[in-house]
C-alpha cells in the first residue's frame, strides 16, 4: 500500500506540469480571447502522449495507466487548460474500446481533436464546447459515453459559453445511430479523469488564495494574518486533500480493478467537483473586488468547475452510483 | 520537446493498494486473534465497571501480544511498521472492537512521552503497568483559563526541597476519577510568560491535596473532572525533562497523537453509514416508502459517502506519507478536521432517519451527542484551521 507518487510518476507530473506553465499558462486567459489551441501547440501535446497515454500499446497508446493519465489532467486543470484536452483523451479510450485503431491513431496523434457534448435535459439539444479545430465529439450524458463527427450533429450555431475563452456550439441531436456509446465502464473512467482535471483547479484556486493572502496588505497586516481569511483558506486545502487523496485512491482502483471501482470512481468526481466549485467561489470572495473581473483568474476556475461538473448528467448520477453500492469497505 | 518517459518499469508497484505478503500474513494473524478475542459483552457507560472493562481488554491485548502495537519493542510493544499498524486498526474496528477507553492517555500520551523523555527508572516502573492494563492515565493540560491557549496555563507547582508543591485546577479531565496517574502540566517560574517556565511531571492521583469534582457531559455520563491541587507534594523524581522544559515535553506528546490512530473511528464511520444507508432502505412507515426515495435524503447519504470514502482515502495517503518521515506532519490536522466534521455530519442524518427515537436518551442519541466534542478536544476545529494556515499554507500567524 502506497499513495505516494513513484520517481517515474513524480517525472511525469512534472513534464506536464512545466509544459502548461510555460505554454498554457492559466494567465493566458484573460487576454486570449476565444481561439482555442492551434494546430502547432496541439500537435506538441500529441507528441507528449497525452491523448493515448492511457490506450493499450497493441491499440496504438502509449500503455501508460489510467493513474498517469490522472495526474497528467490535474496538471492540465492546474492551468484551467482546454477542456478539448480532457474530451480527446477520452474519445482515445472510448475509441480504443470500440475497436477503433484508425481512430485511436488520428487522436493520439493530434490529427483529430474531440469538443464535448453536452446534452440539454430540456429537448435533448447539445452543447458542444471547445470546438476549435474540433472535428469529434464525446458525447458523455447519464446513458454513457459515446462517439459522433462533430458534422453529424445537424443545426449548429455559435453560442457564448459561459466560459468566454471556448467557442461553443448549440445542435440539434444527431440520428440515432450516429453516436458510437462505449462499453459501460468508459464511464468510470470518464468520472475519474474528469475529477483529476478538477482536482487541479480546485488546488490552484488554492493556491491563488494563499498567495494573495500573504501579500494583499489591509489594516496594516496581510489579510491572511485575520482568521475569517486563514480559515477560508485552511478550508480549501482540507479540500484539496480530501479531492487529491480520493482522486489518488479511485484512480488505483480503477486500474487494478479493486475495491469497487465504479464506486471509487464516482466518490472521486463527486468530492472533486464540490471542492473545485468551493475552492473557486471562495477565491472570488477572498480577492475582492478583483474577484469579480474578468483580468482576475478565479472565475475561470468557477466555469471549469461548472462544465465538468455538468458532464455525464452532473453530480446526480455521481450521487446514484455512490449511494447504489451494499458496501464501501470491500471485504 | 519534452517526452512522458516510457512505460513504467516498476509496474504496479507505482502507487498501489496492494500489501505485501508478510503484510497479509499479518493481517490474517490479527483476524483471526480479534475474531477469539474481542470482547462480546456491552460496554459499561461509566465508573469502575467502565474501567475494569476497558483494563481487562488491554490486559488481554497484552497477553496475546498485542498490547503497544506502535511502541518500539525495547519497551514492551510491537514496534510495527506504519502499514501494519494501519492493518491492526481496521481489522480492530472490522472485528468491533472497543476503543481505547480509559487506555488512551496512557498508552497515546503518557507512554510514548515517557519513551520520548522520560528516565530509565520512570520507564521502567510505568511502561509496563500501561502496557499490561494496570493501571489508568489522564491528562492535567487544559484548565478554566487555559483551553486552545494552553500556553496561558497558571496552576503553580514551588519547588520545596525534593518535590514540587502544586497548587491550582485542571479541567476538562477525562476520566480523572478513574485514574492512577496523572501527565500533569504546571508553571515552575512564577516570572515566566507563555511556553518557557512549565514543567511536565508525572502525578500520583493518591497524592493527598487532591479534589477532583464530576462534570456531567451532555447526555449526562460523567467522564470530564475538574480537578483541585491544594498544595499537591509531586516528588521531583517525576519530572520527566528538565523543570521548565514542559513545553517541549508536551509538544513531544502531541506529535504521538496524529499517526494510524484514527483508523479504527474511520472505519467505523464508514460501517455506521454503510448501516444508515441499509436502514434508509427499509419502509419508513405503513406507507412503504423508504428514506432512499426521497431524492433529497438519498444525495444527502451520498455525498457523506463519498466524504467518507476520501477520508480513508486521506488516511492511506497520510500513512504513505508516515512512512517517508520520522514524525507526522501537520497534514494530520486535516484528517482530525474531517473526521469531526464527518461524524457530526452522519449523526446528524441520523437523526432524521430515527425520527421519534431520537426523543429518548438511548444508545444511538448518547452517541449523537457525543460527536460535539470531536470537534473541541484534542484541539479544537479552529485551532486546527491554525494549524494548517500556518504550516501547511505558511500563513501569517493570526493571533
Known sequence: MDLYPTSDQEQIIEAAASY????????????????????GAWRSLAAMGWFAMGVAEDKGGLGLSVVEEALVLREVGRQAGPLSVLATALAASAAAALGDTVLVADLASGARRAAFGLVDARDGGYRLLDVVHADLVLAWDTSGVGLADLTAFPGRRPVRCIDLSLQALSAD????????????DLVRRARLLAAAFLVGGAEATRDLSTEYAKVRVQYGKPIGAFQAISHACARMALGCEEAVSMLQFAAVCVRDEKEQPDFQAAAARVVAARVAYDNATAAMQLFGGYGQTYDYLPHFYLKQAILIGMLGGGADEDLAAVISVASTLGD | MLKVCGPNPAGKAAMNLDFSAADEAFRAEARSWLRDNVPRERRPEDGREMRDFDMAWQRRQYDGGWAGIAWPKEYGGRGLPVAQQLIWYEELAKAGGPELGVALVGLSHGGPTLIARGTPEQKAFHLPKILKGDVVWSQGFSEPGAGSDLASLTTRGVVDGDHIVVTGSKIWTSYAHLSDYQELLVRTDPDSRRQSGLTWMICDMRTPGITIRPIHFINGEHHFNQVFYDEVRVPIANVVGEIGEGWSVAMSTLSFERGTGFTQAQIELAQFVDEMVKRAARPR??????????????????????????LRAMTYASVSRNMRRDQPGPDGSLVKLLLAQLRQESQRISMELLGADFATMNDDTALYLRTFQRSVGGGTNEIQMNIIAQRVLGLPKSY
Open chain 1, 173 to 184: 441531436a444527431p440520428a440515432a445511430g450516429d453516436i458510437r456509446w462505449a462499453p459501460a
Open chain 1, 20 to 39: 502548461m506553465k510555460g505554454e498554457l499558462p492559466a494567465d493566458r486567459l484573460p487576454t486570449a480571447g476565444d481561439a482555442g489551441v492551434g494546430v
Open chain 2, 285 to 310: 412507515d405503513r406507507s412503504g416508502k423508504t428514506w432512499l426515495d426521497d431524492p433529497a435524503m438519498a444525495k444527502k447519504l451520498a455525498r457523506l459517502r463519498a466524504d467518507v470514502a476520501a
